[in-house]
């Protein structure tokens, strides 16, 4: 049974940073894995945040993110991690760790975790 388990987020100032944690058990990584934060704002649906191939370690960011914030594995710890640096109040939001299957430029997540807050004070 495939389990994500997030943890990292709390109530931040803007310019501040947290990082995020997605304990993963149940999930063999492999050529086709991909691993991806998303996040939902109130009121908002759910968007894509990143994405990461843990074993190429090649990523993707949608753009209001880029140069902000970075995922990155530890495959042995079977662990995702988003780095968020520059926190904005517009980031606020519960973020989501998932796992896709079928490659990396087109995955389907179909496993998720329950969410964890994050919420940026101006």
């Known amino acids: 049974q495939v389990q994500l388990v997030e943890s990292g987020g709390g109530l931040v100032q803007a310019g501040g940073s947290l990082r995020l944690s997605c304990a993963t058990s149940?999930?063999?990584?492999?050529?086709?894995?991909?691993l991806g934060w998303f996040r939902q704002a109130p009121g908002k649906e759910r968007g894509f945040v990143s994405k990461?191939?843990?074993?190429?370690?090649?990523?993707d960011y949608v753009d209001f993110v880029k140069g902000r914030f970075t995922i990155d594995t530890d495959n042995a710890k079977k662990t995702v991690y988003l780095q968020m640096n520059s926190l904005k109040p517009e980031d606020t939001a519960v973020y989501y760790c998932?796992?896709?299957?079928?490659?990396?430029?087109?995955?389907?997540?179909?496993?998720w975790g329950q969410g964890t807050q994050v919420t940026v004070s101006s």
């Open positions: 998932a796992a896709g299957r079928g490659g990396f430029s087109r995955p389907v997540f179909d496993s």
């Open positions: 149940g999930l063999t990584f492999n050529i086709m894995s991909t």
């Open positions: 990461i191939s843990p074993l190429v370690s090649i990523t």
